[in-house]
């Protein structure tokens, strides 16, 4: 009887939704809709992809005569997308939930630097340094020391230091508040694989991200001045705890060229990463001829540590290479009619609000994108919504599969990572 009652009421928000969109929508606009914006000059207009081919996994692109071929690329799981117009150019197993690694932090920064001017200045103490992982990477933070909340940061981006991570989270409102705020923030997104465990990436059970949801938290995370300061620094400053400071430097092989790996040109960093279950992960992004692409790596299964920026800079490449030559898979924007199993169930635990400012403009320039009316694209969503709830009733809010995560395992970070 519950069940029945319950459905019963979403269907009856949906139709009423749907019905409130169809009464205010203008009568002629279906008569007398408006002229569809023309194309970028010398610029061909890419096709629209199926909504659900980024979901069937595997390889997917849609090369174009004289397109280059894809190259080589041995992660489990990667993905090439403009960060300009979030268009999806290639990618293989995009949504396959793999542990992130200090990738991870890049979600964390997205949620925590607002909250916090950069001069803002604190004393750390010895409770907000308690926890840190085993074999953790670490900047060097002092307990007793005062830093600049603009110090803590390069710490972040440059070192990946967990030590900085653990104080600006409990200036955040403590570890666990501070992943649960970082899921919502996930979910405002669109990045529905990512489920936080430790906001610093180390290793720990059920935590996992995708190769789509780390380029959509690097491509977020270009669009405010501070990230992508930090990220693309190559080196900065740090204050030593007896009135010194000494030299940082970005982990970041394609930014700082070491360790024999040489610096991509137009690089503006992002965030790469480390741990013993997660090997090792990137998310870069570069700049050339005025545009703009991000790509992620996870997990090379072929070559040594320094791979994944090898594969970063073959996805880079053709990236650059395959400009209007190739019709996107997808896009970082896209409303996503297939749901996760375990990023539902963190969901529920962690309700969001509904987004306003930009995050609302979403749903409109979807639908403009696809040429659909605001009233077809609302009539859609509450299909979804209703197929959502019968199907968490059937399937249950347990978590995991395929891909699911394994047995807890200690993250370890080489220096750096």
Known sequence: MEIGL?????????????????????????????PARPSAPGRQKATVPPPDLLEKGGTQVRLRAGAPALPEVSALSWLVADADTGEVLAAHDAHRR??????????????????????????????????????????????????????????????SGNDAVRVLAALNGGWEHTARQMERKARSLGALDTTVVSPDGYDAEGQVSSAYDLAVFGRAGLRDPDFTRYCSTAYASFPGHDGTTYRIANTNRLLTGADGVEPYPGLLGIKNGYTSKAGNTLIAAARRGGRTLVVT?????????????????????????????????????????????????????????????????????????????????????????????MRSRRDGDGTGGSDGPGLRTHGVHRPGG
């Open 98 to 159: 793999l542990p992130p690694a200090s990738t991870l932090k890049t979600l964390f920064a997205l949620t925590v630097l607002p909250a916090f001017p950069a001069g803002v200045r604190h004393t750390v103490s010895a409770r907000e340094l308690a926890g840190i992982g085993e074999g953790s990477s670490l900047v060097g933070v002092v307990e007793g020391h005062t830093y600049r909340v603009a110090d803590l940061w390069y710490g972040v981006f440059l070192n």
């Open 297 to 389: 790596v996870m997990n090379p299964q072929k070559g040594n540590g320094l791979t994944v920026y090898e594969e970063a800079r073959k996805l880079l490449d053709w990236g650059f290479e395959a400009a209007g030559h190739a019709d996107p898979v997808g896009s970082l924007d896209a409303l996503r009619p297939v749901s996760h199993a375990g990023a539902e169930a963190s969901a529920a635990k962690s309700p969001t609000a509904p987004p306003s400012g930009p995050d609302r403009a979403v749903g409109s320039t979807v639908a403009s994108a696809l040429g659909v009316s605001a009233g077809t694209l609302l009539l859609g969503l509450a299909g979804v919504t209703a197929r959502r709830y």
């Open 6 to 34: 319950r459905f019963r009421a979403v269907a009856s928000v949906c139709a009423l939704c749907a019905a409130g969109v169809l009464a205010l929508a203008p009568p002629a606009a279906a008569a007398d809709p408006a």
